[in-house]
Antibody, heavy 118, light 107 residues
Framework: EVQLVESGGGLVQPGGSLRLSCAAS????????MNWVRQAPGKGLEWLAN????????YYVDSVKGRFTISRDNAKNSLYLQMNSLRAEDTAVYYC???????????WGQGTLVTVSS | EIVLTQSPATLSLSPGERATLSCRAS??????LAWYQQKPGQAPRLLIY???NRATGIPARFSGSGSGTDFTLTISSLEPEDFAVYYC?????????FGQGTKVDIK
């Protein structure tokens, strides 16, 4: 059974940093494109970033480019999202997600809540 | 960035009725479009990929059609568990983008 478990969310002040982690199991992690997707409270889904199987390619949405960095450690079956210069509008549930079929999410974590507030 | 616009925002229907949801892209995405279902407090679930292919385990009452800029998700006969929010998503270009969602609620 595929499991994606996020951690690292919490309350952070504007301008602060946070690092999210995602532990993957039940899949061949090193063969998977992985993603971060977020959902602000009561709002829709926003795709943030993804990373190729070996980490050689990374793509970001403009709203986080230069502030967020996606990375992975295939030896640890783990995905990360380093978030810097956080803003109130970054408040959301952050999902770790695996994509298949060329770019659709087939497995999602349970999400971790990030709240940016003073 | 490819913008996906879903309509209507809310669809109020009764169980057993047919639901037709629309997703329009700001430029052609060929058939590289998916549909997801999300229920309150849950992560989304992939229903349809590449416009018309049902994902594993998805009931046959869900079907997708379209190409280019206009796409449709059809639920042939609504079951009680189908009342949820539905999102479309494209994989044609970077960044990947989602539509804003259509809520299907009980009339």
């Amino acid at each position: 059974e595929v499991q994606l478990v996020e951690s690292g969310g919490g309350l952070v002040q504007p301008g602060g940093s946070l690092r999210l982690s995602c532990a993957a199991s039940g899949l061949t992690f090193s063969s998977c494109w992985m993603n971060w997707v977020r959902q602000a409270p009561g709002k829709g889904l926003e795709w943030l970033a993804n990373i190729k199987t070996d980490g050689s390619e990374k793509y970001y949405v403009d709203s986080v480019k230069g502030r967020f960095t996606i990375s992975r450690d295939n030896a640890k079956n783990s995905l990360y999202l380093q978030m810097n210069s956080l803003r109130a509008e970054d408040t959301a549930v952050y999902y770790c997600a695996r994509s298949d079929y060329g770019g659709y999410v087939t497995y999602w974590g349970q999400g971790t809540l990030v709240t940016v507030s003073s | 960035e490819i913008v996906l616009t879903q309509s209507p925002a809310t669809l109020s229907l009764s169980p057993g009725e047919r639901a037709t949801l629309s997703c329009r892209a700001s430029q052609s995405v060929s058939t590289y479009l998916a549909w997801y279902q999300q229920k309150p407090g849950q992560a989304p679930r992939l229903l349809i990929y590449d416009a018309s292919n049902r994902a594993t385990g998805i009931p046959a009452r869900f079907s997708g059609s379209g190409s280019g800029t206009d796409f449709t998700l059809t639920i042939s006969s609504l079951e009680p568990e189908d009342f949820a929010v539905y999102y479309c998503q494209q994989r044609f270009g970077w960044p990947r983008t989602f539509g804003q969602g259509t809520k299907v609620d009980i009339k």
